[in-house]
């Protein structure tokens, strides 16, 4: 391939994935709604459109047609910058995560992810680290008690998970013996996937992702009945919006994370001995991602309404006395596990 | 005009501008989101300039960590304005800047001056192999593995230091 | 084209020279602990380019302990801020003068 295709189709791949990321977004919070009043035995969104289908459309136009309110003793341009810089970290993240294997179309090779980097899943830990300052900034330049003390709580919360989060990634990499997202999926192959192999090291990952990306039972920095709101109490209009987005495509975000690291990408077991044309097996296993990412995006609501939320000394104590042991002992765990099998 | 010469142009430029702004700014707040800003463009530096590990720690350490623990302390603290303090003996100031311009211009005409044993071109490839990650880490854990380990007791050290100053009434 | 060396040495010297200008001149602890960060920086940024240019590993090494170091430096620097803002309730520098007689 010359470099012009190259940069042709990973145009067109940014492209797609944007805006299938914008869609997916405004229906995650249209699927929260009405999985969470099944969950709670009510009706939930069910009258623009047909089930309320067209919910997101007249949430966005609701939101956009909103005043933009700054407070007076907000500092402006922090106040602006900080729903710019969430949105930022949030899309951003996503260039990483492979959503497929390499699609053979007319004598071209395209491999199913933006950009294949060898250290893609530091980068992914790199842009996660940044956007604990979208919360921090908006907490601080609103100029408000409960966003401070939101914003406060974020940067005091996100550092602690972000530890146990890097130290159970770590067992992953012991086995993919590589940090390139595409390496680490094809490390597990048949039903080698990694939530089977090192479960410690899963569920770790999987609490700290909770906390990453502040949902409960971890969602301190905006907890309603004690912060008002937290961090976002004085945005309104679009700036809310942002971080709206933001906080959703984080979890699209998480979840495709632990679906690469954990649940085996998008691979499906033994497909490979049906003997499918390759191109219906890329569509397949395609699929197979979506499908992952869907049954753990619904996990996160499922939890979101089963769990109260913790005290924040509980919340310290879980992170620093029990999931950053245990992901040590995770690494350990996997260690031995290389020492007896190899 | 390449595109390596025209990225480092700009991260470079970004890194003095904001480096300037670091200490002109009267807010902390503002000072350590442009030192944020600083670190990010360095990170960008070091990408071209193909260390690869690096530049991706540089965001995780210094901007991910260590800055959100700044601007957690300046939040915790809020010290007030030092718009008070700020401009009094400014011929302190004066000083300290001619001073320090000197010393700049003494290390640029030292790096001037300096004639090298042998010309530096920069050979890419031998350039991009010392940047990956396979490299340091064999490195990190052969030749290196005493300073790491040492590195890794002054981290701990450090937590317990910094948990015991920091405590309120220690018992 | 080839980046002459000389580029990089230089912006190094002005991040450092101004980092040095910051702990002379600021009165706020915080920020003189932040311009610190910035002449470590700067020498980071020399360390990795004499690394880049001669092809060896060793230069990202020492930037990989510098880091280490400046974390825990952070670390503690931050905590005995702290400690004084508890007592004195202040942290301009001109300040905390009690062991200046």
Not at chain 1, 18 to 34: A, D, H, N, P, Q
Not at chain 1, 215 to 232: K, S
Not at chain 3, 76 to 89: D, S
């Amino acid at each position: 391939m010359t470099i012009l295709e190259i940069v042709a189709f990973t145009l067109i791949k940014i492209v797609i994935i944007l805006s299938l990321m914008l869609f997916t977004v405004s229906y995650l919070v249209y699927f929260e709604r009405r999985v969470s009043a099944w969950i709670q035995n009510r009706l939930g969104p069910n009258r623009v459109g047909w089930q309320g289908i067209l919910q997101p459309f007249a949430d966005v136009f609701k939101l956009l047609l909103k005043e933009d309110i700054v407070p007076e003793k907000a500092n402006k341009k922090l106040h602006a910058i900080a729903p710019i810089i969430a949105l930022f970290v949030a899309f951003s993240t996503y260039a990483v995560i492979p959503f497929g294997p390499e699609l053979q179309i007319f004598n071209y090779k395209i491999p199913l992810v933006v950009a294949d980097v060898n250290i893609g899943i530091l980068f992914v830990l790199a842009l996660t680290s940044l956007g604990v300052y979208a919360i921090t900034f908006a907490g601080w330049s609103s100029g408000s008690k409960y966003s401070l003390l939101g914003g406060i709580r974020s940067s005091a919360q996100m550092i602690s998970y972000e530890i146990s989060m890097g130290f159970s990634i770590g067992g992953v990499l012991l086995f993919a013996e590589s940090l390139r997202p595409i390496a680490i999926v094809e490390s597990q192959s048949g039903w080698m996937w990694n939530a089977i192999v090192q479960p410690i090291g899963f569920i770790t990952f999987l609490v700290s992702a909770f906390a990453e990306t502040n949902r409960l039972p971890f969602d301190l920095p905006e907890a309603e009945p004690e912060l008002v709101g937290g961090f976002h109490t004085e945005y309104s209009s679009m700036k809310f919006a942002a971080f709206f987005l933001a906080e959703y495509a984080n979890m699209i975000i998480a979840a495709g994370l632990i679906v690469t690291l954990y649940l085996g990408g998008w691979q499906i077991p033994y497909i490979d001995k049906l003997g499918l044309p390759s191109l219906v097996e890329t569509l397949l296993q395609v699929g197979a991602f979506v499908f992952k990412l869907i049954a753990v995006l619904f996990f996160f609501l499922w939890i979101r309404w089963s769990l109260p939320r913790f005290r924040y000394d509980q919340l310290m104590n879980i992170g620093w006395k029990v999931m950053f042991p245990l992901s040590l002992l995770n690494i350990i765990w996997v260690a031995i596990l290389i020492m007896i099998f190899n | 005009m390449s595109l390596e010469l025209i990225l480092s142009i700009v991260f470079g430029g970004i890194c003095a501008v904001t480096a300037l702004l670091v200490i002109t700014r009267i807010n902390p707040v503002i000072s350590a989101l442009f030192l944020v800003v600083n670190f990010a463009s360095l990170a960008g530096l070091y990408l071209i300039l193909n260390a690869q590990f690096i530049a991706i720690a540089q965001i995780i350490v210094y901007a991910g960590a260590i800055m959100v623990f700044f601007l957690f302390v300046i939040m915790l603290l809020n010290p007030e304005s030092e718009k008070k303090f700020f401009s009094h003996k400014p011929y302190i100031k004066i000083f300290t800047v001619v001073i320090v311009a000197i010393v700049f211009v003494q290390i640029i005409y030292m790096i001037f001056l300096a004639q090298p044993s042998e010309e530096l071109i920069k050979e890419s490839a031998k350039s991009v192999n010392a940047g990956t990650i396979e490299q340091i880490g064999r490195e990190l854990f052969t030749n290196y593995v005493l300073p790491f380990e040492a590195a890794g007791y002054l981290l701990l050290a450090a937590t317990i230091g910094a948990l015991v100053i920091a405590k309120k009434k220690f018992e | 084209m080839q980046i002459p060396i000389e580029y990089y040495l230089i912006l190094s010297a002005f991040m450092f020279s101004v980092g040095v200008v910051g702990v002379l001149t600021r009165r706020n602890a915080i920020v003189v602990f932040m311009c610190v960060e910035l002449m470590l920086n700067s020498a980071n940024l020399t360390l990795i380019t004499y690394s880049s240019y001669l092809g060896d590993t060793v230069g990202q090494l020492f930037v990989f302990f510098v880091m280490a170091v400046a974390a825990a430096e952070a670390a503690v620097g931050l905590a005995i801020i702290i400690a004084i803002f508890r007592n004195k309730l202040t942290i301009n520098i001109d300040e905390i003068n009690i062991l200046k007689w």
